[in-house]
């Protein structure tokens, strides 16, 4: 066994926090700048222009890349070779995400009941996912999830026989439907299998996937060209002022499911599309 001290957990969770809240990924930054070079729409270029500026000053450290600092979605692999020792894991993530959002000058979003609607003062808690895997390393992925987009995302319990068009037009509809509400252009994570409850998990951790990586899955791969392309013809565009570019990327993650069922589930993000890994 490998132990590892929570600690360290605590430490990388409160860095990526503040990381990813105020620098894209250059291979993001890229995708602007390639959706900016073929948008012939002056309000599109426009709105891209301006996101690619935003990009800029909140690298600089003087402001978050978006006053909605999200929620604190952390996905975990522990290596079943891993001892977590020094306390407890859900309690050192909560640590790293106070220091991270408190340190950071982070807006705290979260309400400690969602009736109450109190808020908790420092984002807090956290919505922590994790698998076991072979090994005995910690692998962390942060992913602050901000309210406009996932306010939009969807998930639906298809028929079998709906198939592959069935699930392209609920992709579509979803967006359709978000309009400008999810602040396009957009990153779209689809979940296909499981059951009810799982289908979310798996668009949402869709959009953990590099973004230089192509689906291994050849049919999902021409599903996600299918429905990038499908969405697209929407012409929303960016910031919904219309143009070509209304998502930016599709990425589909599949699990098996029963006979009967086609779980379906639509995890939008917004144009900020901010993630963070480390390993441990």
Request: glycine share 12%; net charge negative; proline share 5%.
């Amino acid at each position: 066994m490998r132990p590892v001290d929570v600690a360290r957990i605590t430490g990388a969770v409160a860095r990526l926090a503040e990381e990813s809240n105020y620098r894209l990924d250059r291979g993001y930054v890229a995708y602007l700048e390639d959706a900016l070079a073929s948008e012939d729409s002056p309000d599109a270029q426009h709105v891209l222009e301006e996101l690619l500026e935003n990009a800029r000053l909140a690298e600089g450290g003087s402001a978050p890349l978006c006053q909605d600092t999200g929620v604190a979605v952390v996905f975990f692999e522990i290596g079943q070779r891993v001892q977590l020792v020094d306390g407890d894991l859900a309690s050192a993530v909560d640590a790293g995400v106070r220091r991270g959002y408190c340190g950071g000058y982070l807006r705290g979003s979260m309400v400690g009941d969602p009736l109450l609607r109190e808020n908790t003062g420092d984002n807090t808690p956290a919505i922590v996912h994790v698998d076991l895997v072979p090994g005995d390393r910690v692998k962390i992925w942060f992913l602050p999830k901000g309210a406009g987009s996932e306010n939009m995302s969807r998930s639906a319990m298809l028929r079998p026989a709906d198939g592959r068009q069935g699930i392209i037009d609920f992709v579509v509809e979803t967006v359709a439907d978000a309009g400008a509400s999810a602040c396009p252009p957009l990153i779209i994570g689809v979940g296909l299998g499981g059951t009810f409850d799982f289908a979310p998990q798996l668009a949402k951790k869709a959009l953990l996937r590099p973004l230089d990586t192509d689906n291994p899955a050849e049919h999902l791969a021409a599903l996600e060209r299918d429905i990038l392309r499908a969405v697209n013809d929407l012409g929303i565009g960016a910031g919904g002022f219309g143009g070509r570019t209304t998502a930016l990327d599709v990425r589909v993650q599949a699990h098996p499911c029963h006979i009967a069922s086609l779980p379906v589930a639509v995890n939008l993000q917004c144009h900020a599309h901010r993630v963070g890994t480390v390993e441990i």
